[in-house]
């Protein structure tokens, strides 16, 4: 009986743990340093905002994991030795295996800023940056976060739960910008604002500055500006957390190197999750897609090629969701950034600057691309199969309808949506 | 984890706490209630019309402005901001302050209702003379603990309706729902009945209906009815077609929530002066199978009970009456098992085992009853005299379950303890919601991100996200669709439809999103 071990306690991990025990018997072991349990890591911010408490973020009650056989083990893996499969903790132990999944996960980036280190700097990704921004907020009064990404934005919101004043540093001249259509990024700058929180567009991190106790007192911006602060949030995206496997013989770039079966360079090795860097992707992916999602994805896959049915992973079509401060967004197929040649957007908002939705399509074929979508619930089944089918824009605008997933009696824009196109395709 | 909880509560103050303003109106309500406090220690307010409007008015504003400054100054949206900080809110000190002041006050209603100011044979004094001339007002008649206890009911369900609407008011379902509740309660179930009783007619409220309902079919009832001639017939052929004909068809076209949180008076209180403690209840399978089984225990007491009243009521003679005895006693068998027999037929598959065990066990021990009892030829129907299971129910279920366990407990086990565990209404809803209506919540393809905002505000202690996260829909008998999970999801992945019964229970073992040949494949496989 093989015994198939998974490092790391994510979403990538556990799904695959759970889905390799649908279809098998082989021996399971999940090892992780973090928690004892599988926890929603999207839902950090609500523990710290009072809504939840911890036991909450668990989607399975502690009595599933014996009962599905899965081992839990809490332990660091310092080291690993492909040839002898073991793998080595920081205290005297081996551990054997047959396969290795690896799916450990992000941490967030330091791009070498001075000060970077210091004490009340941090980010939030595990259950430890939570702990430790317990701690850190003790008695802040002042926060700085920097970059404009979905952690930022969650960072910002938890802060002011806690009455902290924060200043936001934006590389870009809207929200997420990087990402979002200018129109799109501006609704949701409007709406940070309105929070109450001090955005700074197309404003930079030029150093930290600590006190003599190791303790940041203030950043200085690229303008040369001193904001004094007690609490740096670095949310400036995340990166694999593979620094243990460095220097083995393990084939890594940013990520770690896997191919369409998620294998490493390795037999019996394999990746998934926020730390998998695929060697070649499809339909406009990219290799390194840290998402909830994908994570998910890539478990649901690997389980079927390691119990006997080796199935490439083919993620379908691109789907993602966040929510900034009371704004839901989702998206369906891609929206670029930008408009070009080959992509052209339709833009729509509602006047009490809370709903938008953006459409990509292309300028002569009017194939429907992709939308954004904000403050307006749409369905993924109908997007889904809207994309497969190849839909024009206008037949998706005729029919935004059945698309809507909005609560009952909430009211409909649909037509004035409709409106809006057909008067903006005249003028065009 | 446990640091994370206790750094939180230490530093948990801002979100905890009160502006000015909202000290000013909890003084003003505080006042009101010590109005109605100092009324139970028997201080005899001079002008009582006067005292009782103060002191309702200024519960009712110092609520109102209280609701006010804790949410019209914010963002539209979710106000779940340091719910489990709160004392009140997070089973700390206030909440069992709270449940044990409510208890008290039920145990003191149902049981010890002379130190509220009911005197037999005398005139009123204390708190339940402070609301006569209200009493009098409404109905002509002096008021008994019942009036009291009603009005600082429809109270409770007007006051904090506003606050609910307040803090929903992103949410069209959730403030047209609450309009309904505080609509049912205020005409349905407090002015209906008492104009009723001004005009010399049953006290009849057409929302409350049987099983919740238990007292319909009691004999003291049947009698008041039949005396008031049609009027009376009305009211009875008016909760017969309840039963069997508007139930039915309304759980199947929109689910209970018909019913559960739109018009119910439990469900009313719950949803609007419980709706602080909706997260107070237990997730757990643990819970669940305990509601399974003590649910559907108290709906066939209250079937047995029903009978028994039923049946000692009628009489043996068939030229009188058409329905005797024996012909009600072998009717009700007769409609129990054929009941039973349909769901077997066409619903088995759609029944877990211990499921179908308990539907066989129920249906036995309920004709075991009727047939021992039969041809032992004993007038005494179950064992004891009909009254006197009423009587046992009354107090075991109606009083001490819906009222001390189920509002009294409120901000120890969360807002529908009664409705999960007990109400008989809910269990018949339910079986129907689960095997033969429309209405689910719908999973939107995969954008679940399991984050537990929706288990976690489930008063039904659903755990949705369980579902959910399988991109599965949430087809419970216990869910009452109060639309919350819906609400405070962050990514838009739940909503409550009526639809085509095909395709409603579904169980996708690979979300959408993935590769479309694996979906098949394993979703193949499962079927």
Redesign the interface.
């Known amino acids: 009986m093989d015994h198939i071990v998974i490092i790391g306690n994510g ?1 990538a991990g556990i799904t695959c743990a759970r ?1 390799i025990r ?1 279809n098998s018997d082989a021996r399971i072991t999940v090892i992780s340093s973090e ?1 004892d349990y599988f926890f ?1 890591r ?2 950090l911010m ?14 399975y ?1 502690n009595w599933f994991w014996e009962k599905n056989r899965i081992e839990l083990k809490k332990a660091r893996v310092q080291n690993i030795d492909f040839q002898e499969k073991k793998l080595f903790f920081s205290y005297e132990e081996s551990f054997s295996y047959d396969k290795l999944v690896l799916a450990t996960g992000s941490n967030y980036n330091k791009f070498g800023w001075e000060g970077e280190n210091l004490e009340g700097v941090q980010g939030l990704v595990s ?1 430890q940056d ?2 430790l921004l ?2 850190n ?2 008695n802040c009064k002042r926060a700085v976060i920097i970059g404009g990404g979905l952690i930022g934005v969650e960072l910002a919101e938890m802060l002011r ?4 004043e924060v200043t936001f540093l934006v590389r870009e001249e809207g929200f997420w910008h990087n990402v979002l259509p200018i129109e799109d990024a501006k609704m949701i700058s409007r709406h940070i604002k ?2 109450g929180i001090d955005l700074r567009h197309q404003t930079e991190l030029e150093k930290i500055n600590g006190d003599e106790n190791g303790r940041v007192k203030s950043i200085t911006t690229k303008d040369g500006e001193e904001i004094s602060c007690q609490l740096v949030g670095l949310c400036a995206g995340v990166s694999p957390n593979i620094d243990f496997l460095k220097d083995s013989a393990l084939e890594t770039d940013k990520g770690i190197l896997v191919d369409e079966f998620l294998q490493t360079n390795i037999k019996n090795v394999y990746a998934i999750g926020d730390c998998a860097q695929l060697r070649s992707t499809r339909k406009k992916r990219k290799p390194i897609e840290a998402v ?2 994908t994570g ?2 890539m478990g ?2 690997l389980a ?1 090629t390691l119990t006997g ?1 080796p ?7 691109w ?1 993602n ?3 900034f ?2 704004i ?1 967004y ?1 998206t369906y197929g891609h929206v670029a950034p930008k408009t070009s040649a080959e992509e052209m957007h339709f833009h729509w908002q509602h006047k009490d600057n809370t709903k938008a939705i953006t459409i990509a399509f292309h300028p002569e074929t009017k194939l429907f691309l992709g939308i954004n979508t904000f403050g307006i ?5 109908v997007f ?1 199969s809207w994309l ?1 089918e190849n839909r024009k824009i206008d037949y998706v605008l005729a029919n935004l309808k059945q698309a809507n ?7 409909n824009h649909e037509k004035e949506i409709f409106r809006s196109f057909k008067e903006n395709l005249q003028q065009a | ?1 446990s ?3 206790h ?2 509560s230490l ?5 905890v706490k009160l502006s000015i303003v909202q000290r000013i109106a909890s003084g003003i309500g505080l006042i009101g209630l010590f109005i109605l406090i100092l009324s139970i220690a028997n201080v005899d307010f001079p002008n009582k019309t006067l005292f009782l409007s103060l002191s309702l008015g200024l519960i009712a504003a110092g609520t109102a402005v209280f609701s006010a400054d804790l949410y019209l100054g914010k ?4 106000k ?7 004392s009140l809110s997070g089973r700390g000190f206030w909440a069992w302050i709270l449940g044990i002041g409510l208890t008290i006050f039920y145990i003191v209603l149902y049981w010890m209702p002379q130190y509220l100011g009911l005197n037999a044979n005398a005139e009123n004094t204390g708190l339940i003379a402070l609301f006569d001339p209200l009493s009098k007002f409404i109905s002509g008649n002096p008021a008994s603990q019942w009036f009291v206890y009603g009005t600082l009911y429809t109270l409770a369900i007007l006051v904090f309706g506003i606050k609910f609407i307040l803090k929903y008011r ?4 959730e403030v ?1 729902r609450t309009f309904s509740v505080m609509f049912f309660q205020l005409g349905f179930a407090f002015l209906i009945p008492e104009i009723l009783s001004r005009l010399n007619q049953p006290y009849f409220n057409p929302a409350n209906i049987w099983p919740l309902n238990y007292d319909l079919f009691s004999g003291y009832k049947l009698n008041s009815f039949f005396s008031a001639g049609n009027v009376g017939v009305i009211m009875l052929a008016f909760g017969l077609i309840s039963i069997f004909v508007i139930t039915p068809i309304l759980t199947y076209k929109y689910g209970k929530r018909w019913y559960c949180s739109w018009v119910c008076g439990c469900g009313g209180l719950a949803e609007t002066a419980g709706d602080p403690f909706r997260h107070l209840s237990d997730k ?2 643990k819970s669940w199978r305990l509601e399974r089984w003590l649910i559907h225990t108290v709906l066939v007491l209250v079937t047995v009970m029903s009978i028994a009243v039923v049946y000692s009521y009628l009489g043996n003679n068939a030229s009188e009456f058409w329905l005797t005895k024996d012909v009600f006693l072998w009717g009700s068998a007769g409609f129990l098992t054929l009941l039973f027999v349909v769901i077997m037929v066409f619903k088995r598959k759609e029944l877990a085992k211990d499921a179908q065990y308990g539907a066989i066990g129920f249906l036995v021990v309920i004709l075991a009853i009727i047939s021992i009892n039969y041809f032992s030829g004993n007038g005494n129907i179950f064992f004891v005299a009909a009254h006197k299971l009423r009587e046992w129910y009354g107090f075991l279920i109606g009083a001490a379950f819906s009222g001390v366990i189920g509002v009294g407990f409120y901000p120890i086990f969360g807002n529908r303890v009664w409705c999960r565990f007990g109400c008989p209404m809910a269990a018949i809803l339910g079986m129907q919601q689960r095997l033969f209506s429309k209405f689910r919540i ?1 999973t ?4 679940c ?5 929706c ?2 505000y489930c008063e039904m202690g659903i755990d949705v ?2 579902y959910a ?1 399988k991109g599965e829909n949430i087809v419970r008998s216990s869910c009452v669709g109060c ?1 919350i999970c ?3 999801c ?3 992945v739940l ?3 009526n639809d085509d019964l095909d395709g409603r229970i579904n169980s996708e ?10 979906m098949d ?2 979703n193949q496989r499962a079927k």
């Not at chain 1, 609500?46 to 989607?59: D, T």
């Not at chain 1, 199935?311 to 079509?317: A, D, H, I, Q």
């Not at chain 1, 997933?405 to 009211?411: A, K, L, S």
Request: glycine share 8%.
């Open positions: 979403i889905h649908k928690s929603s999207t839902a609500y523990v710290y905002m009072g809504h939840m408490k911890w036991q909450h973020l668990e989607p009650e259950k939570l702990q317990e701690d907020t003790q739960t806690r009455n902290i309105s929070h909830w999602y998910r994805m649901e896959t079927q049915k199935m490439p992973y083919r993620p379908g079509n789907f969701s966040a929510k401060f009371e839901e989702q619930r749409m369905r993924h089944k889904d497969n997933f909005d609560p009952e009696f909430y009211r | 984890m640091k994370i909880e750094n939180m530093t948990g103050d801002a979100p963002h539209a949206g979710i779940n901001d340091g719910v489990w900080f709160k992103n949410n069209r379902y047209l757990s399978q719908t939107n393809g995969g954008q991100i399991s984050c537990g905002n288990s976690t996200r369980a996260q639309g819906a609400s405070v962050p990514r838009g909503k409550l439809e073992e690979v979300l959408l999103g993935n590769d479309v040949d694996l494949l394993v």
